[in-house]
Structures are given as structure tokens and as C-alpha cells.
């Protein structure tokens, strides 16, 4: 798929199912269309009955780009991932001489045989590549030198007039060496449309004449212009002619024998009598008819019908005004086209689609299947979108057919809502959203989501996205309780484990959750149904839980028996669980293991499982942990070996005896305990109030009683690491001087890998402390087995820390390890695994928001959200535990892939309602987006903070039978959570918006409006054609309105308006707000741009005049304060503090200084000119980056930057870089569109400062502020700009020239066109100078991280010497006597991952 400037290779495990993103690569060139090239096979016939698409390995694709390149790719497998790699490329048409140098190239036609592929320009030529497959598997060999050479040989045709389409027909099999070919022309002598029959022949024929016409057949005169020439696989030697009227059959032999009576239906036409013109479409299939059902209403005599069966061809075509037909074509001939309908009065009733339309195949899955519907399996149709989304959409032929629950995915697309039949016969359904390609016109950066405006007229609509890890609520525990049924439950506390049972799969989930005072332990019986365990809940109803947990779930298997142990604040027991006896309300007693004495009172518990050696024969043992606390805040863990399941057995009458134990004192009182493991050793985390952090060892021991001996390995002072941390994370709030309580650790975790491991270190404040240590997984490890830099280290110590603010409350870790729920699992994971870390690969994090940290590719911990499926806001969690895999094994094993990875986590979770929920994250980060329509076309769009609504300002197309064909303009205010109207103003006939800002004015008295622009256009004059018949501006407006909640209005006087209400002015009582109209300000020319400046000035754009107003409230109007002219009309205006940007349509940029009147005399407002741009740019947006930087873009997609020299304060500002973006920009902003945590040390704030902090920021935990320049393009994308640091760009700027200096057929290069073209990108509009030397393309080294071996990786870095030192030298430590940690390929990899995680989502 062709997105933006990138080729994208989608996943589909099912059609219409698991569509996932594989892989991206860059192109720098317009691609024209993209086809599937399959190699022939002994009866090698392209079935359209199955996905159309590009396989792996076998299947080629075909890219053809608008300056004459044509590209062969393939997709194969490096290291578990995918991508596009580049195996030919030519020049077509290229010993053909054009005018203006332009091939005016329409499409690459693929035979359906794949034996050759025909290039269709627009005008008089198509060149025949013929494909040699003979030729593929002598030059098949290992590595990127040798190419296939399958096109040996091309044929190139002068057919003499404009082209409007041509194809490659299936022949006859008797005939399988002989190309047919035929083109749709219109002649350039008589202007007469004709078809043009070529033949040819396959490479090896021994009969081979050249291309050739053989036949011409013009088209009646009552026939409409043809537009598509479509091949019909199934019927030989046959192909459609979709016209703009018509669609008509037609087979060789006719064009042979000159019949011009040539069979066709008619296209419905659109409620004006307009033709409705067929934008894309696609064949999918056969389909088994009676011929009975077949109408005799041909304008040729029918032949006798039979009854009989017969195959049809079945089409899909889309037409202009967003309708759907079914064509079914039979060989009799007969054409029928059904029209496939939506939801009546859905939003997305009509389909905006572009000219891309793929067959994906049908499936007949049990989830989407009626059992007692006999109908075929529904189709599904990949739709390109056309200022629209990408879609994949289904096409079913049941009446009786309900949409199913959303199939579980692993992308960005939503499913769109329930859609029923119009007629009972065929109708569609949006099944997921793939890729944007409507225009954002604007688009605003939240910190809780972004927004963009998407689609056209009626379609229109706002696009939410969120960055993160997807998350669905699967079900929810319904806990029968009699005894707290009627209380109000807040759970604070969470447990989750697995017992014995006699369902099939031998275990059971529980849960124990704490619920008004009360903990309740539920069970999930052999039915599916929760219930209260008996067992357990009168031995832990009156008393203080501390932790539960079950043990001996190993023997459970054989005696289905099993332990679960719980830790209260006064004692520890167990309580013995059978499969048969989980809810027998009398169950055995409990075994007491440990009481705390008088004085003691125990806080935190926990389970130890591990091997006891390393031999054949090794037990697996386990040890309850605890946390002791005294009246004298005297602290320690106390190790208690749990007995053997024997043992308890014969003393189950009476108390045993604990005679040993190991008691570890702590020196301050412990505010949390976490044990976990690394590799085959197992640590416990402790906590102090001190503040500290311990971590110790724990061994098993032979020679001591209780089998475990444990040592100090590491002790983290956290005000030490505070004090000296340099906060490299700008999102941070605490400083060292914070209240000591606040640094408190509130949870602790660790994250390993093979050669990686980090300790996560929670806080009382809502932070995260990063600590990368060395040495914790060759703990207790013998010196032999250790390497000499490992054994210079000796201990554990910490190499780096960074400081992470996540949210305002405590932070809790989760262990997302599948081997957390049974005990004895650990042991075994872990004496499986002698090589390599097995740690935690992720956890859970929560902080009010919900987080996932995980280790990446290169080494480093990445923290995403976790996002809601469907746009919608994740509930408080109060806490997160692991869910049972026994819980989600045998409902949810579709989550699972096939090859046995688990893509899902699960786990429960409470929340503040009280709500014990089912929880389903993906593993992979994605950006989720969700669509708000809006029912306009919008325009712009801002948020209000205070209520909560988001305000869209656009306008409505008129339709072909409305009286007037100009557009109408509104204001709505729209919830974002539902899509809820709350409020809507339109705006005066002949009116369009132009721009949209809040005003806050702060005074005594704070006040709110809604600030809209305008521009007042004349009305279309229908008796003038061309340039006069367009409205010409005569006029603008500026509009003030008053977001006003009406819920506080009194129910029982009506009120009286104040003053006459403008007709404009529209509300939703029963929503409680309202657009009110304010003001008014009429202007001599469209109001383009609008920014509040202060607290109580408004600066408007207006022609070529910049004004400054103020409101005096008192007064009711507006005083015009001060104003500026410029040359040429302003487009853009951005306010920082009191510098104003004015964007020019041909100076590039204006920078202002705002100067406010004083209550001096004679003391008036002026805005005076500080910077100029010293060349013209017609500039479309820009942004002030600071009082001597500013970055903008212009209408034709070129980004630039100009700013003053260093150190100089001179009026013309330099141009400092540019790049060209390949198209249209719309908007430019500054902040993040995804919720970051932290930012990498090289990424540098816009104020020229060479440091990554930002003083004085105050909880900005939600959102990373100006740190990056977002621009959108008409092409539905967001591009990203970020500074980075000089030594940073150096290591970027030589990687990038490496890449483009491999030879030719390397994976580092780019897929299409040549180095030269990037070149021509960063030059600028004037031509003066290339600024390559500032800007660095990102798609370049994200390319080289994600779609290159580590090998091909070393050859880029062999290829320039100096970008290894350039490495080392970035990431060299500041002490003089330490040595890199890592070579110079690991710090470039490192380098290029944490900034692609900046500038993408």
C-alpha cells in the first residue's frame, strides 16, 4: 500500500481479520499504482476467489512511479520481522521521446496469467514488458548484487490518440503463449473512441512476431467516454468497458468481426441527471447463477434460456457519490448490478473512495456466521479512500445476519457500529479503518489525545488518537454475596491465583477482593459462573488480609490437592483446597505456620518458589516472606520455609512448630517488598522510609535448617541518586527538596534481558526513578563462569539513572510474567534457561494512568499507555494483578497466535467503582484512532478546558439539487466522549470560516468567547462561466460567541432575553450549554487568522492589515488598539508571549513586538517590526519557535526554518534549513501528538539552548510542551520536527549519506529514485543553497534500525569510517578512565531508536 512518501506491507491472518502494520519504507517518488506479480505454477491461473495479495517470498510486487520507474519488490523474513526489499528496477518507456519532458504515464497492467506487464501513458504509447520467469531462477542467489532480469525484452506501440485505458486479456488454454492486449482510444485524427486489439507473444515461443494491431472496433456513438477496461479472468478472451454512463461487454471475436452491437447497462445516474462516474473496482470471483434468473432485457436478442447453472463474474464498483454496486457479468452476455446498502440514515451511508479497490477474499469464521443461515460467506473489500479513510468492508447477502462482537486486533482500526439490510439483499459494513488520507485541514494536541479533522461534506468527521497499548474490558466478576449485596463496594485491594478443579483443563481461577471492610474470595465454577469460596472466606473475612497466594499446585495434578497461603497481620496459615471441596461451606481447618508475637504486627507477604540444586534430582521448595514490624518501628523479613504437604496432612488437628527461620533486620521501617527473579537467582526488593532501597540475594542452602540463606547485594540511596540526577527527563517535577515522604519508595520492580537489566524504583510523589544496573544476573555465579570485565565489577552497581514523572499519585508495578500465577512454574522457567535472563519482560505501571515499561530492541526501557479500544477512557484503577492463565485460556485461545506467542496480556483489575474487571492488553504499542462524526465538513477545530467540548467550525457542500451551490458554515460544540451536539450556530449565507480561537480575559472578572473568522464571498453567478463564475471575497467578519451552560437556568419564571437574540444562535437545552452571540466586528477583507495575545487583547489577520482589539466589556465593544499593514495579505499568525508571527503570501514571515498602552499620557498600543525574512515564501502556517527562530510551512509542502544569525540581533532573518515534504501542508503546530513520559538526553527545546530540561516546569507529568513541530499535509499525514543536538546530527547526517552511498541493490538504499532527488528536497524555493548539512531525514535511519540485518547494519558503518568514532564519541562518559560499554553499531542503533520514539507513533 502506497502511503504518503512509503510503501507499507500489511498483515491479513483471515480476510477482513488481525490486520496488522509489518513494515514500511521510504520512497521519494509519487507511486502511480501498485500490482501483484505471481510466478506461473504448472496450471498457473490468478484465482479471484482468493486474497489478491503480496505472499510471502513468491509473490512480487510492481511499483510503478510518475517519472518512469518501475520497481520490483518482494517481502522476506529478517529475524522475525518483515520488509520490502528492491529486486529490479528499469526505466520504462524510455527510448521514447516526450514533450516537456513528462511520460504522462496512467498505469501498470498486469496479465492475469502474470506472463507480462503493460505501461499505459496517457497519450499514444504502451510499452509491453514481457516477464522471462526463466530467467528468475538462474539468477536467484544469496545477497543483494544479482537481480532477476525478468524483463529481458520490451515492445513499445504508438496508438496513435489519447489512451483512456487498456488491459491484458486471459487467453483461450488452448492458447496460453499468446498475449492479448486491448486499449480503449480515442483517435487523434477523427476525435472517433476505438478499441485497439494488440497480440503478441510469450518469451520462448518459436513463432514470435512482434506487437502488433490486429483488429479495431469504434465504439457507437450513443456510447459515453470509457474510463476503466477490466478483464474478466473466467471468461476468456472477454473484458467490461466501465464508461461514464454505461458499463458494456465485450469479447474478441466481436472486435475480429467489426460487431458494433455491443451489449451494455446503464449506470443509475445522480438526482440531477448527472452521470454518477465509477471511481475504482475490483473482481471478486465467480458466483453460480440459474440462468433463469436471468432477464431478457438485452438490447441484442437473448438466446432461449435453460434451465441451468452457470458462473458469473462478480464486481465491485464504486461510484463518485459513495455508492457501492454488486455487477455480476455471465458469458450469455448479461449484466446486473444490485446496489449494496448501508445502515438507513447511518453517517457512513455513502463510502468516499479513491481509485484503489482489492478483492480480499470472503470467509466463513463461526464468530460471523448465522448457524442457521444457509448464505454465502460475506466479501470483503480492501476500499482506498478518497478524502477518506482506508477501510476494509464486507459485503453480506444474509437479511437475517447481526454484526458480531468486535474481532479481537492488533491495530489502529476501530469497528464501525451495527448495519442492517435495505432491501434484504446485499448490504455493507465498515469493518476496520486503516490508514488516513483525508485532508486535515486543522488539528489541535491534547494531553490526554490529538485530533484532526477528516473527510468531506455530510462524511465529515474528527479523528481521536491515542499512542499506546490497546486495552478491552473482556468481562466482569459478578460476585453473589447476600451479605454485602446491599453495600456499597470500593475495593482497595487485589489478589489473583489458581486452584485445583474439575473442569477438563484440571484448574480454576480465584480471586480475593477487599470490599466495604470485608475481603470476599470468589471462584469461577465448572459452569462459568463466580462464586463465594466458602472454603476461604470465613478464615479471612474478620481479619486483615496482608496477601494470598496458592502453594503445592505442582501435586495437584495427582492429588488434587492444593494450599493456599495467607498472610493476615497477625499470623500466616493455610487453608487446604481439594477439586471436589472448593465451595463446601465447611472445609478443613486451617494450618497455622507462623504467628506474630505481641508486639509484631506483619505488613507485607509473599511467596518464594526455587530448585534446591542444579541436579537431576532437585526439589522445588517454597518460603513464605514477610514483613515484621514492631510497636519500636523495629523492622525485618522473616523467612519461613513453608512445611510439605505431608506434614501437613498428619498435623492437621494442631498448631506445628516452626523451630527455624531466617529473620533479615532492616534499619528503617519498610514501606515495600517485591521478590522477583533473574535468570535462575531470586531477589526481594525492600523499601525503606529512609529513603532507600535494598536488594537481597536469596540462595538455597543445604547446611542451614530453613534451606535459604540470604545476603545485601545493593542498597540505592534515593535522595542521593535525586540530588545528583540531572534531569535529562523534562516532564519531571520533583526536585530534592521536596518533602521526604514524597521519595518514599512505593513499589519496586526489575526489568531484565540478556545482557540488560534496570531496576524501576516507584515513588510516593508519582515518579519513577530508572536505575540501569550491572552485575544483579551473575550473582551467586561461580568467577569461573564470569568474563574478566564482569569479574572486575565483583557486585552489583548502578551505571545510569533518570528520573520519570508518571502521574500524581503512587506508583504500583504489576509483574506481566505468565509464570507469576503457579508457584512451582518459576522453578522450572528458570533451571530451563541456563543462557539467557528470563526476568521480567514487562510490567505493568500505574499512576491514576495506566503504563506498560518494557525493554526494546536496542536496550532501553520504553513506558507507553494503555488506551481503550473505541476511544473511550479507561476507568480509575485503584489496582492490577495478573490474571490466571486458567481464566483465559480456553475463552480467549484466539488471542493467541498460531504459532504459540501469546500477543495478550490479561489481567484484573479494580476500579473505583467497584468493579472487578477482565482485562486484555496488546503487547505492541499502536495508535488507536477513533471517529467523531460531526455531520460538516470541518475546518477548524479547539477545545475548551472548562466544559470539556470540543469546538468544530466547517461548512456543508451544497448538493447538485439544492437552489443555491454555495456552501453553508456552522459552529458546533461537540462532547468528545460520545460525539454528542451540545450546541450549533450557523453562520450568514455566502460565508465561509477561515479561522477559530479561544479568548480568555483575565481581570477582575474572568470572561470566555468563542472567536470565529470569516470571509463574506459574492454569490455565484450561474449565467458566467470559467474564473467569473467563481464567488469573489468581498468582505469578512469576526464573530464572538459565549459558550454558556444553561443547567443553572431556574425551572420556574421563564426568563426574559437581556436583548434580541441573533437567528445564528442555536442550543440544545436538555444538553446544558449553548452558543450565544456576543459581538461582531465587520472587516474589508476575510478574517484569515485570529490569536489572543495577553490577558485582554485579540490580534486579528484581515487582507494585508494586522489589528489589535480589546473588549471592553463595560462598554459592549470592540476598541481597535493598534494595527500594521503589510505589503501582501498576512495567512498566519502565531503569538509567544508578546512576539507576534504574521505569515506573508509572498514575504515569508513578519515578526512583531506587541507594545501595550501604559497609563501614562499620550501612551498608546503599537506593534513594531523586529524580524523580516530576507527571501519570499508564499507561507501557509508558521509558528514562533522563539524571538529569533521561526518555522513555517508554504502552500506547495516546503518546510523551512529562519531565525537570526548566533549572537547577532540583525532585522533580516536567515534561512536556516528546509525540506520538501512531497505535498500539500495545511497546518503547523508545536507539541507532541502522543503522551510521553521522557524524552532522549540529544533532543534539544527550541530556545538555542544546548540542554534538555526545562526550568521551572511545574507537574507537567500529562504532556512533553514544545518540544516538537507537528505539520499536516492534505494527504491525511503528521509530520514531526524535533532539534537535536550537533554531535546527535553529525552521527545521523553520516549514517544517512552512508546509506546512499551502498551500491545499487542494497536494503539501505532507498526502494525508488535515486540520492539526487533528496538533494532536490532540501533545497530551498530560491535555489541558492542546499542545506543538507542542517536536516536529516528520519525515514532514512528508522529504515536502517527496522529493516536491516545487524550484518547489512555493520556494512553501512564499514561504508564511512568515522561514523563509529562519531558514536563512541557521542556517547563517551565525561570521566576520562571509563570505557565504552558498548560498540559503535550498539550506540547508533541506540541513537536512532530513542529518536524515532520521539517522532513517531
Given amino acids: 500500500m502506497a502511503v504518503g512518501t512509503s510503501l507499507s506491507v500489511f498483515s491479513l491472518d483471515a480476510p477482513g481479520m488481525l490486520v496488522g502494520h509489518v513494515s514500511s519504507a521510504p520512497v521519494f517518488a509519487n507511486i502511480l499504482n501498485i500490482e501483484c506479480l505471481q510466478p506461473p505454477t504448472e496450471h498457473h491461473h490468478r484465482s479471484f476467489a482468493e486474497p489478491h495479495s503480496i505472499g510471502l517470498g513468491s509473490d ?58 503493460a505501461i499505459v501513458s496517457w497519450i499514444n504509447h504502451i510499452e509491453l514488458l514481457p516477464v522471462d520467469w526463466a530467467n528468475r531462477s538462474a539468477a536467484q542467489v544469496a545477497g543483494y548484487s544479482q537481480t532477476p532480469g525478468l524483463f529481458r525484452s520490451r515492445i513499445c506501440i504508438d496508438a496513435d490518440g489519447a489512451i483512456c485505458d487498456a488491459a491484458i486479456l486471459s487467453p483461450l488454454r488452448s492458447e496460453m503463449q499468446r498475449i492479448l492486449l486491448v486499449a480503449a482510444v480515442v483517435e487523434r485524427t477523427n476525435r472517433h473512441i476505438n478499441l485497439h486489439l494488440y497480440e503478441s507473444w510469450v518469451p520462448g515461443t518459436s513463432h514470435r512476431p ?44 466481436q472486435i475480429l468481426s467489426g460487431d458494433v452491437n455491443i451489449y451494455h447497462q446503464p449506470i443509475p445516474r445522480l438526482p440531477n441527471g448527472q452521470p ?156 476496520l479503518a486503516l490508514v488516513n488520507q483525508s485532508p486535515i485541514s486543522d488539528f489541535m494536541l491534547r494531553p490526554e489525545a490529538s485530533y484532526w479533522t477528516s473527510g468531506l461534506s455530510s462524511n465529515g468527521a474528527v479523528n481521536r488518537a491515542q499512542f499506546g497499548h490497546g486495552v478491552r474490558v473482556e468481562e466482569t466478576i459478578g460476585i453473589t454475596n447476600a451479605e454485602s449485596s446491599n453495600v456499597n463496594i470500593t475495593p482497595t485491594s487485589l489478589w489473583s491465583f489458581a486452584l485445583p478443579s474439575i473442569a477438563a483443563n484440571g484448574i480454576t481461577p480465584c480471586v480475593v477482593v477487599q470490599q466495604a471492610g470485608t475481603y470476599v474470595p470468589a471462584i469461577r465454577d465448572i459452569d462459568g459462573e463466580w462464586q463465594l469460596m466458602h472454603m476461604l472466606h470465613q478464615f479471612i473475612e474478620a481479619k486483615q488480609l496482608v496477601s494470598v497466594d496458592s502453594v503445592g499446585f505442582s501435586d495437584a495434578a495427582n492429588t ?241 539513572s533518570e528520573l520519570i514523572r508518571v502521574g500524581p499519585v503512587p506508583v504500583v508495578f504489576t509483574d506481566l510474567s505468565p509464570s507469576s500465577f503457579v508457584s512451582e512454574q518459576r522453578c522450572e522457567l528458570a533451571a530451563s534457561d541456563t543462557k539467557h535472563c528470563s526476568g521480567i519482560p514487562r510490567v505493568l505501571v500505574l499512576s491514576e494512568s495506566l503504563f506498560i515499561a518494557s525493554l526494546s530492541s536496542v536496550g532501553t526501557v520504553t513506558i507507553s499507555l494503555c488506551v481503550l479500544h473505541g476511544g473511550q477512557q479507561i476507568p480509575e484503577i485503584r489496582q492490577v494483578v495478573p490474571a490466571p492463565p486458567a481464566w483465559y485460556q480456553d475463552r480467549y485461545s484466539y488471542m493467541i497466535s498460531v504459532d504459540g506467542a501469546q500477543h495478550t496480556i490479561f489481567c484484573l483489575s479494580a476500579d473505583a467503582c467497584g468493579t472487578v474487571s477482565l482485562l486484555s492488553i496488546d503487547t505492541v504499542a499502536q495508535c488507536h484512532v477513533h471517529e467523531i462524526p460531526v455531520g460538516i465538513e470541518p475546518r477548524r477545530v479547539i477545545s475548551d478546558k472548562e466544559t470539556g467540548l470540543m469546538l468544530v467550525a466547517g461548512i456543508v457542500p451544497a448538493f447538485p439539487t439544492s437552489t443555491s451551490m454555495f456552501p453553508t458554515s456552522s459552529l458546533k460544540a461537540i462532547d468528545t466522549r460520545d460525539g454528542h451536539i451540545h450546541a450549533e450556530a450557523q453562520l450568514d449565507p455566502y460565508e465561509l470560516v477561515h479561522s477559530l480561537e479561544k479568548w480568555h480575559i483575565q481581570g477582575p472578572k474572568s470572561y470566555r468567547y468563542i472567536c470565529v473568522g470569516t470571509g463574506q464571498y459574492s454569490e455565484p453567478n450561474p449565467s458566467t462561466q470559467g474564473l467569473d463564475a467563481a464567488p469573489r471575497a468581498v468582505g469578512g467578519r469576526l464573530v464572538i460567541y459565549n459558550l454558556k451552560s444553561t443547567k443553572r437556568k431556574s425551572r420556574g419564571k421563564s426568563e426574559k432575553p437581556s436583548r434580541k437574540q441573533k437567528s445564528d444562535t442555536t442550543g440544545n437545552a436538555a444538553s446544558g450549554y449553548e452558543l450565544r452571540y456576543i459581538w461582531e466586528s465587520k472587516r474589508s477583507a476575510p478574517v484569515r487568522a485570529l490569536a489572543h495575545l495577553g490577558d485582554s487583547y485579540l490580534i486579528l489577520a484581515s487582507g494585508t492589515l494586522c489589528v489589535v482589539l480589546k473588549l471592553d466589556v463595560v462598554q459592549k465593544q470592540l476598541i481597535e488598539c493598534c494595527e500594521a499593514e503589510l505589503r501582501f495579505p498576512a495567512s498566519s499568525l ?44 508564499n507561507t501557509a502556517d508558521a509558528r514562533c519557535l522563539a524571538e529569533d527562530l521561526v518555522v513555517g510551512i508554504d502552500t506547495s509542502g516546503y518546510l523551512y526554518a529562519v531565525g537570526a544569525p548566533d549572537e547577532s540581533r540583525e532585522f533580516a532573518l536567515d534561512f536556516i534549513m528546509g525540506i520538501h515534504l512531497g505535498t500539500e501542508c495545511t497546518r503547523v503546530k508545536m507539541g507532541s501528538p502522543v503522551r510521553r513520559l521522557s524524552l532522549p538526553t540529544h533532543v534539544l527545546p527550541w530556545d538555542r539552548s544546548e540542554h534538555n530540561q526545562l526550568p521551572g516546569q511545574q507537574n507537567a507529568y500529562q504532556q512533553i510542551p514544545e518540544y516538537s513541530v507537528i505539520i499536516s499535509t492534505t494527504a491525511g499525514a503528521l509530520w514531526t520536527l524535533i532539534r537535536i543536538s550537533k554531535s546527535a546530527y553529525h552521527v545521523l547526517h553520516r549514517l544517512e549519506q552512508a546509506m546512499l552511498d551502498m551500491e545499487a541493490g542494497h536494503p539501505a538504499r532507498p526502494l525508488m529514485l535515486e540520492a539526487d532527488s533528496i538533494a532536490r528536497n532540501r533545497q530551498s524555493n530560491t535555489g541558492s543553497q542546499l542545506i543538507s548539512e542542517n536536516i536529516v531525514d528520519g525515514t ?28 563512541l564519541r557521542l556517547f563517551s562518559s565525561p570521566a576520562p578512565s571509563a570505557k565504552p560499554t558498548l560498540g559503535a553499531l550498539e550506540y547508533v542503533r541506540l541513537l536512532v531508536h530513542s529518536l524515532n520514539s520521539v517522532c513517531s507513533c
Avoid at 97 to 112: G, Q, W, Y
Avoid at 643 to 658: F, G, L, N, T
Avoid at 1138 to 1146: K, Q
Avoid at 1157 to 1169: K, N
Wanted: glycine share 6%; with cysteine; charged share 20%.
Fill in 210 to 253: 512482434p506487437l502488433g494491431m490486429v483488429a479495431k472496433l469504434p465504439l457507437p456513438y450513443s456510447m459515453s467516454t470509457p474510463m476503466y477496461v477490466v478483464p474478466l479472468p473466467d471468461h476468456r478472451e472477454c473484458f467490461l468497458l466501465i464508461n461514464e454512463c454505461e458499463i458494456a461487454f465485450v469479447s474478441t471475436p
Fill in 60 to 117: 512480487l510486487c510492481v511499483a510503478l512511479a510518475e517519472d518512469g520507474q518501475l520497481a520490483l519488490l518482494s517481502v522476506e523474513e529478517i529475524g522475525g520481522r518483515y520488509r520490502l526489499r528492491t529486486l529490479e528496477k528499469t526505466a520504462v518507456l524510455a527510448d521514447v521521446e516526450v514533450e516537456n519532458e513528462s511520460l504522462m504515464l496512467r498505469k501498470a497492467a498486469i496479465d492475469p496469467f502474470s506472463r507480462a506487464i
Fill in 1134 to 1177: 502565531d503569538v509567544r508571549g508578546n512576539v507576534v508571527v504574521v505569515g506573508s503570501s509572498r514575504e515569508t514571515v513578519h515578526v512583531f513586538r506587541f507594545v501595550p498602552s501604559t497609563e501614562d499620557p499620550g501612551s498608546v498600543a503599537s506593534l513594531q517590526m523586529i524580524h523580516s525574512a530576507r527571501f519570499g515564501v
Fill in 1340 to 1367: 532514512l535511519s528508522r529504515m536502517f534500525l527496522e529493516n536491516l540485518t545487524d550484518s547489512e547494519q555493520a556494512q553501512v558503518l564499514d561504508r564511512c569510517p568515522d561514523l563509529g568514532q562519531l558514536a
Fill in 276 to 431: 454518477d462516474l465509477v471511481k475504482a473496482y475490483c473482481v471478486a470471483g465467480t458466483k453460480a447463477i440459474l440462468s433463469a434468473h436471468m432477464s431478457d432485457s438485452s438490447r441484442r436478442p437473448s438466446e432461449p434460456l435453460l434451465s441451468s447453472t452457470i458462473l458469473a463474474q462478480k464486481l465491485y464498483i464504486t461510484t463518485q457519490s459513495g455508492k457501492l454496486y454488486c455487477v455480476l457479468v455471465s458469458p450469455r452476455p448479461h449484466i446486473s448490478l444490485t446496489r449494496v446498502s448501508a445502515k438507513q440514515g447511518s453517517v457512513s451511508d455513502t463510502m468516499l473512495s479513491g481509485e484503489s479497490m482489492l478483492f480480499l477474499g470472503s470467509h466463513s469464521h463461526k464468530r460471523y456466521r448465522n448457524a442457521d443461515s444457509a448464505e454465502a460467506s460475506p466479501d470483503y473489500l480492501f476500499v482506498g479512500g478518497d478524502c477518506a479513510d482506508h477501510r476494509i468492508v464486507r459485503v453480506i447477502e444474509d437479511s437475517s445476519w447481526q454484526e458480531p462482537a468486535p474481532w479481537p486486533k492488533h491495530g489502529p482500526m476501530q469497528p464501525n457500529e451495527p448495519t442492517s439490510s435495505l432491501d434484504g439483499s446485499l448490504f455493507w459494513s465498515s469493518r
Fill in 560 to 800: 488434587g490437592v492444593c494450599h493456599v497461603v495467607c498472610v493476615t497481620s497477625e499470623s500466616v496459615f493455610l487453608v487446604k483446597s481439594t477439586a471436589i471441596a472448593l465451595a463446601i461451606p465447611e472445609p478443613s481447618p486451617p494450618v497455622i505456620i507462623s504467628c506474630a508475637k505481641s508486639d509484631e504486627v506483619f505488613t507485607h507477604g509473599g511467596i518464594l518458589s526455587m530448585t534446591t540444586d542444579d541436579s537431576i534430582d532437585s526439589v522445588c521448595r517454597n518460603w513464605i516472606l514477610v514483613a515484621v514490624r514492631t510497636k519500636q518501628m523495629r523492622s525485618a523479613i522473616r523467612i519461613i520455609s513453608a512445611p510439605a504437604a505431608e506434614y501437613i496432612d498428619c498435623q492437621m488437628d494442631q498448631e506445628p512448630s516452626v523451630d527455624s527461620f531466617v529473620e533479615l533486620e532492616l534499619p528503617h521501617e519498610m514501606s515495600c517488598m517485591r521478590i522477583v527473579s533473574v535468570g535462575k537467582t531470586n531477589f526481594v526488593l525492600v523499601g525503606t522510609y529512609e529513603p532507600k532501597l535494598y536488594v537481597f540475594q536469596l540462595s538455597p542452602c543445604t547446611n542451614s535448617t530453613s534451606g535459604i540463606i540470604a545476603s545485601l547485594v545493593l542498597g540505592v540511596d534515593i535522595t542521593e541518586h535525586l540530588a545528583r540526577l540531572e534531569t535529562s527527563t523534562i516532564v519531571s517535577s520533583t526536585r530534592v527538596n521536596d518533602n521526604i515522604a514524597g521519595v518514599v519508595a512505593s513499589d519496586a520492580c526489575v526489568l531484565c534481558s540478556a545482557d540488560k537489566q534496570f531496576l524501576l524504583i516507584g515513588l510516593r510523589n508519582g515518579s519513577m526513578v530508572r536505575l540501569e544496573i550491572s552485575g544483579l544476573s551473575l550473582c551467586g555465579t561461580p568467577d569461573s563462569s564470569r568474563s574478566a570485565s564482569d569479574q572486575d565489577t565483583g557486585v552489583p552497581r548502578v551505571l545510569s
